[in-house]
């Protein structure tokens, strides 16, 4: 009897390309695995029994079926050129690349072009949701021709998450492929700002009220159905209840704060301040990780600079609960706002509504507050910042105080709070009428001649300044 040929192969069968081979394979697809990886080839063949799992390239791809459907699930960079490079001698017109793994959107537009003059259609998919996500159900952004996206989709649309009315977390955002990957790096801006600001919350329960970490994951798990409610408080809270088996001591109180990062929160402030949109939160959030990763040097400093004693440990908790929404809010405004300049610069067409309806179910920023998110880009596509939406400044006209408050409570104690900070920076800059840029522009005109508006007569103007 002849082998049926497979739907769709996999290149890359690590954490996430296993994953996601099995859930595929799971939705009665046949599945084509290449490893080259001889110790993941064989974890891979004794976990998926119901995947073709190959060493050898060339029989990998003879057994896809025509047009052929490769999914690249690989390390980011060089390596994937390396695997394209290779693919498309053996590849023909009509076949497709799907990339899935954290390409740099520039890459992708770059691939798309080169792939195409061969006639070899390549997707940017933006795969969000970690190794669970890849199994059960990831938030899945696709950049790439929608004809050609249409072929992948049927696949697309069985794997993905779905939100709890059973909507599709898997979306064609765009006819570039850069843009699933530019989306998919926007959401890891966004994902570094919020865990940055949940950590400040633990920082400031912790430091400066003397909450055990249980007593924070209790306030957590009260916080989390509120409108609070996300992945990254759920699983803030399991990390905050778990005891280390040994000591019994909560792990996370044993963990060393230095904070890693693979690099797609940076690559995201660097895009924003390339399409000059400010986003401190998601900056902010970079820097946080750079500086604690100077451990040594912190200990150090700390022995010349004491902070100061605190005279009342008082914290308002309903305070710290509203700050911490408000500094979201503020965080995801300015992802949704470099989105939005991306459509400018790129002439693309993100739906922004479409994007955070793509983020309510699988990915790591997952919560019910995007429901709001939609609502508003819907009610109003053009919105120039997520603040000025009706819901949200409602809320924030409220909250606001208490982020004032709770960043003057942690200043006053040298606790730090760079993204509450940020956030807070950021609305009350955005919603000042006159700020003293004024004086920046005349000292650019002092020292470089470089001109300056006036208020009260039109036109460009410069001034001697050495009378
Ligand atoms: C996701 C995650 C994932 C992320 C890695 C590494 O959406 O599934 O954002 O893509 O890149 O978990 O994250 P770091 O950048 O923090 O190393």
Request: net charge neutral; charged share 20%.
């Amino acid at each position: 009897m002849e082998t049926k040929q497979n739907h769709i192969g996999i290149i890359g069968l690590g954490v996430m390309g296993l994953n996601l081979a099995q859930n595929i394979s799971n939705q009665n697809f046949r599945v084509a695995g290449f490893e080259k990886d001889p110790a993941l080839i064989e974890a891979a063949r004794s976990i998926a029994t119901n995947i073709d799992i190959f060493d050898d390239i060339i029989a990998f791809i003879a057994s896809i079926e025509k047009p052929k459907k490769i999914l690249l699930m690989i390390t980011a960079g060089e390596p994937v050129d390396e695997v394209i490079n290779y693919l498309q001698e053996y590849l023909l017109s009509g076949d497709v690349i799907i990339d899935g793994g954290n390409s740099h959107y520039k890459d992708s537009l770059t691939r798309q072009q080169q792939l195409l003059n061969l006639g070899i259609h390549y997707i940017g998919l933006g795969i969000s949701g970690g190794a669970n996500g890849a199994r059960y159900g990831p938030a899945i952004m696709a950049g790439g021709s929608v004809n050609c996206y249409k072929t992948i989709e049927p696949i697309l649309r069985k794997v993905a998450a779905r939100t709890d009315n059973k909507e599709i977390c898997a979306s064609h955002l765009g006819e570039s492929a850069a843009v699933g990957h530019f989306v998919k790096m926007i959401h890891n801006g966004i994902e570094y700002a919020d865990m940055q600001i949940i950590s400040e919350t633990y920082d400031f329960l912790s430091k400066g009220m003397g909450y055990s970490e249980l007593e924070t994951a209790k306030v957590f798990k009260q916080w989390s159905s509120s409108e609070l409610s996300s992945f990254l408080i759920d699983i803030s809270v399991s990390v905050l209840e778990y005891l280390d088996k040994d000591t019994k001591q909560p792990l996370v109180s044993l963990i060393l704060d230095r904070a890693e990062q693979k690099g797609t929160g940076r690559l995201a402030a660097i895009a924003a301040l390339e399409l000059g949109v400010a986003a401190p939160s998601i900056s902010e959030s970079v820097s946080a990780r750079i500086l604690s990763s100077k451990k040594q040097e912190r200990v150090s400093s700390s022995k010349i600079y004491k902070k100061p004693e605190a005279k009342h440990p008082y914290l308002d908790i309903v305070d710290m609960k509203k700050a911490l929404l408000t500094a979201k809010i503020s965080a995801y405004a300015q992802g949704f706002d470099i989105l939005s300049a991306a459509n400018k610069e790129f002439d693309w067409d993100m739906n922004l509504a479409d994007i955070a309806k793509n983020w309510r179910a699988g990915c790591i920023i997952r919560a019910r507050f995007l429901d709001e998110v939609a609502e508003a880009f819907i009610t109003e596509a053009k919105l120039a910042n997520l603040i000025m939406a009706p819901h949200f400044s409602s809320i924030l006209k409220d909250s606001i105080p208490s982020l004032r408050r709770v960043v003057k409570w942690g200043i006053t104690r040298g606790i730090p709070s760079p993204v509450l900070s940020a956030s807070l920076s950021y609305f009350e800059t955005y919603t000042s009428p006159n700020l003293p840029a004024n004086l920046i522009q005349g000292q650019r005109d002092y020292f470089g001649s470089h001109g300056f508006e006036r208020i009260d007569k039109p036109g460009f103007h410069t001034s001697d300044w050495n009378q």
